[in-house]
C-alpha cells in the first residue's frame, strides 16, 4: 500500500511538473468548460433578418407587418412589393426568408377561400430556418386568427390547427443546451486519451520501469482526476450556464468512475505503442469530430450507412455521450444503462490487461538491456 500511495503521489507531481501534461489534463477541463458554453450563450438565433413583400397594402397586411416585427426572432430589412427584388435579396445573403402577404389575401379569408400566405426560407442554416418560421408563423397565426373573428358569421376559414412544441429534455430548444451535454464526455475522454498517452510514454522514453504497483497508482490518480473534471462539468458547469441536468444523479455518479476507468485501459494500450509523447497529439488531431459525427448527435443514425452505425455503435465515446445525455438530461432509471456500463468497464478491463502484458514486456527488454 505504502508503494501504490507513493506512485499515487508521484503521479500528481510528475503531470505538474510537466507543463504540456498539466494542460493537458487539468487546465484545458477548465478553459473548456466556459469556451464551449461562452461560444453558443445566446442559446438561439435572434434577430434575422427578412424581407416582407405586401403586394395587398391593407389594413390586414399592416397588421400582420406591426406583429412581426414586434417577434424576438426576426428584424424586417425592407418591406417591398416587388417579390423579385425579395428574392434577389435573400440569393445575395441581404436576408434569410420572405414572407409573401398576396394581392387577394383579404378577400380570401372573408370568403374562406383556397390561398394564403407565402414563406420561403433559405436552406444555407436549418437552424435559422427554424428560428424565422417560429417567429412569423405565431405572429401571422394570431393576426389572421383576430381577422378572421369578423367575419365568422360569413365565413367558416379558421387556420389550421396549430401544432405547440413542448421539447421534453431542452426547454429552451436552445443550441448550447444541445451540443455541450454531448461535447462534455468528449472533452473528458480527449483530455485524459491525451493527458495520459503522453505521461506513459514519457515515462518509457526516459527508461522508467512500469510494473504493477506503478501502473496502478497512475490509474488511480489519472481516475481522480478524470472524475473530478465530470463532477465539475456535469455540476458546476451545466448549473452555471443553466443546462439541464440532475435527472439520474446517482446514476451519475455511479457512471463516472466506470467511464472514466474505460478511457485509462484504452490510453493505456495506445501509449504503449508510442516512441514519444508527442504522438499522441496526433491522434486527437482527426479522431475528435469523427467521434462527435459517429456519436449520432451531429447527425442521425438513420441518415448513416449501417457500417457506419455500428462501427459508431462499438466506439466507448459514442456509448459515454449517450450514457450522460441519458442520465443527466432525461432522467433514465439506472436499470435502463446498465448495458452501456457492463460495455465500458468490459471494454476498459481488456484494454488495460492488454496495455499492461505490453508494458510488461517492455520493461523486460529494459532490464535486459
Request: proline share 5%.
Amino acid at each position: 500500500m505504502k508503494a501504490l500511495w507513493a506512485a499515487y503521489c508521484q503521479t500528481f507531481k510528475d503531470i505538474i511538473a510537466n507543463t504540456s501534461i498539466f494542460t493537458t489534463l487539468i487546465l484545458s477541463v477548465l478553459f473548456y468548460s466556459f469556451f464551449y458554453p461562452t461560444a453558443y450563450k445566446a442559446e438561439q438565433a435572434e434577430a434575422l433578418p427578412i424581407v416582407i413583400v405586401d403586394e395587398e397594402q391593407s389594413a390586414l397586411s399592416n397588421t400582420i407587418i406591426s406583429h412581426v416585427s414586434q417577434s424576438p426572432n426576426v428584424q424586417i430589412t425592407a418591406v417591398t412589393g416587388n417579390f423579385a427584388e425579395a428574392k434577389h435579396m435573400v440569393e445575395t445573403q441581404q436576408a434569410d426568408g420572405i414572407l409573401l402577404l398576396p394581392d387577394n389575401l383579404s378577400q380570401t379569408i372573408r370568403h374562406g377561400e383556397n390561398g394564403g400566405i407565402g414563406l420561403y426560407l433559405s436552406a444555407a442554416n436549418f437552424l435559422i430556418t427554424k428560428q424565422i418560421g417560429l417567429g412569423l408563423v405565431s405572429s401571422v397565426e394570431n393576426t389572421l386568427s383576430e381577422y378572421a373573428e369578423r367575419f365568422s358569421e360569413i365565413s367558416h376559414f379558421s387556420p389550421a390547427l396549430s401544432i405547440h412544441q413542448i421539447p421534453l429534455f431542452n426547454p429552451l430548444s436552445g443550441y448550447g443546451s444541445y451540443v455541450f451535454p454531448a461535447v462534455a464526455p468528449l472533452i473528458i475522454h480527449q483530455t485524459i486519451f491525451l493527458g495520459l498517452s503522453m505521461l506513459l510514454a514519457l515515462y518509457r522514453e526516459n527508461k522508467q520501469i512500469i510494473n504493477l504497483t506503478r501502473l496502478s497508482g497512475i490509474s488511480l490518480a489519472i481516475l481522480t482526476i478524470g472524475c473530478l473534471g465530470c463532477y465539475y462539468l456535469f455540476g458546476f458547469t451545466f448549473w452555471y450556464f443553466d443546462y439541464p441536468r440532475g435527472g439520474n444523479f446517482w446514476g451519475m455518479l455511479l457512471a463516472v468512475p466506470i467511464f472514466v476507468f474505460c478511457i485509462i485501459g484504452i490510453s493505456t494500450l495506445f501509449a504503449s505503442f508510442l516512441d514519444m509523447p508527442e504522438r499522441a497529439g496526433h491522434v486527437i488531431v482527426f479522431t475528435s469530430i469523427p467521434l462527435f459525427m459517429l456519436s449520432g448527435v451531429a447527425w442521425p443514425y438513420a441518415a448513416m450507412p449501417a457500417w457506419m452505425q455500428m462501427l459508431g455503435q462499438t466506439l466507448p465515446s459514442t456509448q459515454a455521450v449517450h450514457l450522460f445525455i441519458q442520465l443527466n438530461q432525461m432522467g433514465v432509471p439506472t436499470s435502463l444503462i446498465l448495458g452501456k456500463l457492463a460495455y465500458l468497464l468490459a471494454v476498459g478491463s481488456i484494454c488495460l490487461c492488454l496495455g499492461y502484458y505490453r508494458l510488461n514486456r517492455q520493461n523486460k527488454q529494459l532490464s535486459f538491456d
